[in-house]
T-cell receptor, first 114, second 111 residues
């Protein structure tokens, strides 16, 4: 069973730039959620994708957007980067319709905005 | 709205000491409760969970009991090891959609 993978591991961007982060869900899962974890804080929910559509969104501006592909992998796009976007971005996969509502997390992408 | 409050750290213990990390929650309905652990430079790993009142989750010597009357889900371990040093997050979900996490408690166990 393949776990959740994310790429890249680390990324450095400058203010105003755009970034795309990628996530491959765990085998057998159909849902991907994205979280932002600032240094010293708990993860904050950005949004979730199910059946290639957004299935819930946290308190993040529209410049945070996403996609889910037919193979259930997902992208997180952030436009017009700001310094406060520097964080660890975590992807989690789960199975809607399964017996458990557990989410399985990837290792994260560390984004630094200069 | 739904939220989780957990004991602030950092917590430093000697090996074989007893550990308690407090977690209380605010939620509508009947959420599922979780403890996740994060080792340095890694993502979150599920440690244990409980899906209804009075359930006890347990794993690797850690335990937590879902207490609806006190809206709590405190994490305990009878004898910590150096390898338990990590950051621990309490979390809840009502829908399986959005998870709400506490701010994390850093634990350091010294030999």
């Amino acid at each position: 069973e393949t776990g959740v993978t994310q790429s890249p591991t680390h990324l450095i961007k400058t203010r105003g730039q755009q970034v795309t982060l990628r996530c491959s869900s765990q085998s057998g899962h159909n849902t991907v959620s994205w979280y932002q974890q600032a240094l010293g804080q708990g993860p904050q929910f950005i949004f979730q994708y199910y059946r290639e559509e957004e299935n819930g969104r946290g308190n993040f501006p529209p410049r945070f957007s996403g996609l889910q592909f037919p193979n259930y992998s997902s992208e997180l796009n952030v436009n017009a980067l700001e310094l406060d976007d520097s964080a660890l971005y975590l992807c989690a996969s789960s199975l809607i319709g399964g017996q458990s509502n557990e989410q399985f997390f990837g290792p994260g992408t560390r984004l630094t905005v200069l | 709205g739904d939220s989780v409050t957990q004991m602030e750290g950092p917590v430093t213990l000697s090996e074989e000491a007893f550990l308690t990390i407090n977690c209380t929650y605010t939620a509508t309905g009947y959420p599922s409760l979780f403890w996740y652990v994060q080792y340095p430079g890694e993502g979150l790993q599920l440690l244990l969970k409980a899906t209804k009142a009075d359930d006890k989750g347990s794993n690797k010597g850690f335990e937590a009991t879902y207490r609806k009357e006190t809206t709590s889900f405190h994490l305990e371990k009878g004898s910590v090891q150096v390898s338990d040093s990590a950051v621990y997050f309490c979390a809840l979900t009502n829908t399986g959609n959005q998870f709400y996490f506490g701010t994390g408690t850093s634990l350091t166990v010294i030999p």
